[in-house]
């Protein structure tokens, strides 16, 4: 099933990297993996996958590792989804 995560917060860090954490409206996220910036296609590369994950009425809110050359272009808002044909 293809990803989509919608970003509600952004978290800038010096030490293991920017933060974001978000719903994860569908699919799975696994660290290493690559997501599109919805819109744009940009590449986002997701270093790590938080598995303190709880669940809402609206998904699973879950914090992901991005990696720092990608993360300024992800802000509260976004949404990242899977590349197509995955």
């Known amino acids: 099933m293809a990803v989509r ?29 690559t997501l599109l910036l919805e819109g744009t296609g940009t590449p986002v590369r997701v270093l790590s996958f938080d598995w303190h994950t709880r669940r809402t009425e609206e998904g699973l809110q879950v914090g992901l590792q991005l990696h720092p050359e990608d993360a300024p272009m992800v802000t ?11």
Do not use: N
Request: glycine letters at 20%; aromatic letters at 4%; zero cysteines.
């Open 5 to 33: 995560y919608q970003v509600q917060d952004t978290f800038p860090r010096t030490t293991g990297g920017p933060r974001v954490t978000g719903l994860l409206l569908d699919g799975e996220i696994r660290g290493g993996e």
């Open 76 to 86: 509260a808002g976004s949404t990242l989804v899977s590349p197509p044909g995955t």
